[in-house]
């Protein structure tokens, strides 16, 4: 949920609080794939389509689109519904690309899809 503190002086949520929750969705899937340690390295094509508001409820969706042979890319689309309301749409589209580490933070192998 977006709350007070999350937003600018007009109560539009910040472009950065919901690119962290993104992030954190986008890691989730990495890590998962990775079976371990994954890093963000990029993100690719941000675009926000519409805004948050104060008190909008926010689901995050992240899907592995491409594995190479340390690195991932991860489909991420962030959607809004109001509070009280039934009608979602989507806020926010993007890539983000991780790296899978291992013990020594230095990049390592992940597996096929």
């Not at 104060?54 to 190479?68: F, I």
């Not at 690195?71 to 991780?98: K, L, N, P, Y």
Request: charged share 20%; with cysteine.
């Amino acid at each position: 949920m977006a709350m007070p503190a999350d937003a600018n002086p007009y109560g539009d949520i910040f472009g950065g609080w919901l690119m962290g929750q993104m992030d954190l969705a986008a890691g989730s899937v990495a890590s998962r794939h990775a079976q371990g340690r994954a890093v963000t390295i990029a993100v690719d094509a941000m675009k926000f389509h519409a805004p948050v508001l104060v008190g909008d409820e926010v689901s995050v969706y992240a899907t592995l689109e491409s594995v190479g042979r340390t690195s991932m890319t991860i489909a991420v689309e962030a959607w809004r519904r109001a509070r009280h309301g039934e009608d979602a749409c989507i806020v926010t589209q993007a890539r983000f690309v991780f790296v899978a580490t291992d013990g020594e933070r230095r990049p390592r192998v992940v597996p096929h899809v």
